[in-house]
């Protein structure tokens, strides 16, 4: 084969490709006249893929136009939250994020590095469920209240043991507010995902979770573990004899792990009130509902203000408990 | 044992319900069709397909998911030994005596042992976990970070086996691969490494765009500017299936198999890929012809396959024992289970008998069906073989680019894939195996999580990996294994070695 | 002198210091508590160790242009289409960019008729994505023009 034949073909190629680019050009209809896509930025069987698609079936009922759950996952949300975040405003384009939609920016700030994204470029739509996290120990452990665990943490330092989800992640941030609040010191042992961190308490090589209530209930229900007490404002309504740790005086260890829907800054005021619009009735769905129940996922509908300043006192929560875990590195 | 019986009579009246028969059915072929197709491994075919299991009933869903996960296991090793494409990661090791096999026109027997090791392998597994699943489960449990790191250690010792030529040129390749493996974020202090920036990156380059990659686009780059294309041995029907000679090679490596992989399989967090890796190392270090390794050795296809398919029962005893996902796959069934209501636990097999042994009849009935598939289609497969190359390669291609954009819809993965093909087709021609690589990058994480993880639990006292007694037993073994090989090293001297190289150096193919 | 092993010997070891160099500002940690540059530098240390074996006693193997490089131009172009795979993907969406790639490859590398190309690379590129995208639910890129 000779060069030339090949070569031309494929300038003409390289031009084509350098003369378009990825970003279609804007189209003005009413909204919504096509497909939307949910982002989810974690892996499919996971408590926000599982929150994802009642949500997107009842906000399709709403919209009357098919709302299909896209996961797209890596670095524990962030390649998810980065493509909506600079992905067109134009409400064709939606994310169901978790609480770690604050944390990880101020991790990047931490590390110096330039970050994925910022909680700015998002224009938050609704909340949907808040779980709050309990603390849950192992049946035959020592510990019956949570005030035993506490005083005997005080007693010895960095002694009990804990596992996460990962560094900077929600089950991690959890325990660090309580740390901070109790003025205790544990041990983490980061895990890569809540299932191993379960894993590891279960058989024994950590102390503690802090973990959402969905996951640890049937172990609870077996009789293999003991939960002492949660983060919530109130308690757990499937575990009625469970404090809080607001109840028990320390009212900085409150922690959610809420999903919201969120759409990108600069999204039009009008698509917005339709997309509350539709998340407010996909919530009264009984459908949607019995998802929710069947998931032991409580809902907690916020939109407008009530969501913007819930998010807003949160993400100050998480910035703030960040900063002073500090980069683990460094101690 | 009577109500062992008594349990499985129940659980076979459930599974042989038409409608349970049906999507058990629905499944196999899917997963089939998934494993198939290069790159597009099961985990993809079952997240994919979860939302379509919303509607049925819990059964009917988990058994298609569990139908999907069996079949894209089994179909995985057919472009493996087709087209020395990786079907799945785990299939990565049926690519080398697979398509050496095929090369010598006995793509049908090595197809065929495949299907029947898979088969044998997933019904003997079943029954383990039948039989087993309470304390098995209970044991894999007491696996923790530093069991894992000493088993781990052990499968790095397993390179020193794959290897054959220079020892110091696999090394090096292992090291490589553990390299590779070090991309992303590091789970212990929030560091991203070498991403440059690339958010993507941040979970590391991803054992799926590394084995395509290194193995089937690096395969092409290498084949299709022959100038003699590659010749295919047509073979006759008679010839589709294993000869005697075939069949009587493969018994035991079947049986390895079998148990190495399900062993492999109940460790909760350890990866797939290892079991194979594990049998074929296995299998060389006791065959009484290693030179035939690399070449077209039956036992290197019949261990490694079987393997695979054990572990995939092995990873459901945590699943269902406890309630604990033990990978990926397993977390997607678990929560497949929530969503239909069905609460995942210690408490499932006694709570939802109808399930648990429902699922676990449905899991013979399963083999059984993807046995009748994949024996016939082996003619059919074949024939893929008499396309032209220069019609079959840019079909590759774009197979390879779908498979791996369709593990995480990025693009990056992509670009890892070529990059990683280039690398291949540049380390084939100086005469380096790629196989460790791939076996690095996916240890390398695992490793330095356990190690780290570890000294964490311990607050840095070294000596947690010999007071538990799973990872001080593991680690003396380990050691054993380290002395009695050195011995004999220096006795038996690296003469054969060194003359029979893993791979084929050069183009004489 | 310019043997395979002592090249292949040679970059390892050019790749194993550009990796310590990228690990400078890991923190290093301890042995008790080895931070997220320990790892990495340990392994770069080894890969350059070996590396260096590598060369050491790669005097005996084969020159590299005795390897026998007849493919590697038509690799080179396989790999120049694949690198417009990449770039296309999401620019034009998965069907055009097959469509051209296996064209490309068909119809001008391999020198086979321009209907028969066409006909391969439609019905593959349109085909595949029926069956993916449609059918197994696997996205693929649709890129700019929607298509």
Redesign the interface.
Known sequence: MTRLRLILPLLALAALVAGVPIQPAVAQEPYPSRPISLVVPFPPGGVADLTARPVAAAVEKALKQPVGVVNKTGAAGAVGMQFVATSKPDGYTLLLALSSISIIPEADKLFGRPPAFTVDQFAPVALISADPTILAVRTESAWKTAKEFIEDAKKRPNQISYSSSGIYGTLHMAMELLSHGAGIKLRHVPYAGAGPALTALLGGHVDALASGPSVVLPQIKAGKLRALAGWGDKRVASLPDIPTFKELGYPEAEFYIWAGLFAPKGTPEPVLAKLREAARAGVADPEFKAAMDRLQTPIAFKQGEEFRKFFEADARRLADGVRKVGRVEQK | MAETLQNLALGFSVALQPSVLLYAFVGCV?GT??GVLPG?GPL?????????T?GLTATNAIVMLAGIYYGAMYGGSTTSILMRIPGEAASVMTCIDGYAMARKGRAGAALAIAAIGSFVAGTVSVIALMLLAPPLASFA?????PEYFALLLLGLLVLAYMSGG?M??S??MA??G??LG?VG??????????AY?L??L??GLGVVPIAVGLFG?AE????????VPPTVLKPKLRELLPSRAEWRDSVMPIGRGTGLGFLIGII??SAHIISSFVSYAVERRLSRHPEEFGKGAVAGVAGPESANNSATSGAFV?MLA?????G?IP??????L????V?????LITQQPELFWGFIASMYVGNLMLLALNLPMVGIFVNVLRIPY??L???I???C??GV??V????VD??IA?IM??LG?I?R????ETAPIVLGAVL?PMI??A???S???S????SIFVSRPISGTLLAFGAALVLFNLVSWVVRGLDWRRRIPLDE???NL | MLTTDRIGGSALCLLALFVMWESRALPLGTLRHPGPGYFPVLLAALLLILGALVWAVGGGTPHVAGVGWGEARHAVVILAVSAFIGLSLERFGYRLTMLAALLFLVWLVERRSLLAAAAFAFALSFGSYYLFDTLLRVPLPRGSFGI
Do not use: C
């Open positions: 899917i069709l998934v597009v993809a075919g079952i997240s994919l397909l979860l939302p379509a919303f449990l007491r696996f923790g970070p220079s110091a040129k090394l090096v090291v490589l553990l390299l070090m974020i590091d789970q212990m202090s929030g560091y991203f490494r070498f920036g958010v993507e941040g979970d686009i092409v780059l290498a084949t299709a500017g022959q100038e909760p967090g945590p406890l309630g604990v996902p033990s990926p977390a997607v069934m678990l929560a497949a929530m969503v239909h209501g609460s995942p636990g210690p408490l220069s019609l390669y840019p079909s291609i774009m197979f680019v779908v954009y369709a995480n819809g990025s693009v992509v670009w070529l093909g280039a087709y380390l021609k100086l005469g380096f390398a330095e999580l190690l780290r993880q000294l964490a639990m607050d840095g006292r070294y150096k050069g183009e």
